[in-house]
């Protein structure tokens, strides 16, 4: 491949990496089962959720439909809320509609992600990620800062298929 080629075809990833999520929806495209496995919350019920959390909270931020990536991690995503549903909320904000929140909180792409503890964040985890990657993240938190954990829950028992 010549040195043009390349160069714009590193052009073009990199703006498709870069660009926003789009949240429009084609006529062939339909909400299903699985864009709905994270509760979507608006600011002010996030704002509630923190204040009374007993447990971490993990914030997705992404668009329901029309990003390549959001669509990506959302099978990773259910299996981790269905692994961690006893010690941590998961849930979802539309990027597009909370960008301020998002880029105050160091999430500059979708989807990110942010662990709150204590109603505290502890990290924001930008694109490219796995659901290993985070759940590993949460892991380390949780042991680190001592937040509760429940009896016989490991991410070290071999069970993530990730």
């Given at each position: 491949?010549?040195?043009?080629a390349h160069l714009m075809s590193l052009i073009t990833s990199g703006?498709?990496?870069?660009?926003?999520?789009?949240?429009?929806?084609?006529?062939?495209?339909?909400?299903?089962?699985?864009?709905?496995?994270?509760?979507?919350?608006?600011?002010?019920?996030?704002?509630?959720?923190?204040?009374?959390?007993?447990?971490?909270?993990?914030?997705?931020?992404?668009?329901?439909?029309?990003?390549?990536?959001?669509?990506?991690?959302?099978?990773?995503?259910?299996?981790?809320?269905?692994?961690?549903?006893?010690?941590?909320?998961?849930?979802?904000?539309?990027?597009?509609?909370?960008?301020?929140?998002?880029?105050?909180?160091?999430?500059?792409?979708?989807?990110?992600?942010?662990?709150?503890?204590?109603?505290?964040?502890?990290?924001?985890?930008?694109?490219?990620?796995?659901?290993?990657?985070?759940?590993?993240?949460?892991?380390?938190?949780?042991?680190?800062?001592?937040?509760?954990?429940?009896?016989?829950?490991?991410?070290?028992?071999?069970?993530?298929?990730?």
């Open positions: 491949m010549s040195y043009d703006l498709i990496f870069f660009t926003g999520c789009s949240d429009s929806m084609t006529p062939s495209q339909t909400p299903s089962a699985d864009l709905i496995s994270l509760p979507v919350v608006s600011e002010s019920e996030l704002t509630d959720l923190l204040q009374n959390a007993d447990k971490p909270v993990l914030i997705e931020f992404s668009v329901m439909t029309g990003c390549f990536r959001c669509d990506e991690m959302r099978p990773e995503m259910k299996q981790l809320r269905e692994m961690l549903h006893d010690r941590v909320n998961l849930v979802r904000m539309d990027f597009n509609a909370n960008q301020a929140l998002a880029a105050s909180l160091g999430a500059t792409v979708c989807p990110s992600y942010v662990l709150f503890s204590n109603g505290q964040p502890l990290w924001t985890e930008n694109y490219p990620v796995s659901g290993r990657v985070i759940a590993s993240r949460i892991q380390q938190n949780l042991t680190s800062h001592s937040l509760q954990e429940s009896p016989g829950s490991s991410f070290e028992d071999g069970s993530s298929s990730f």
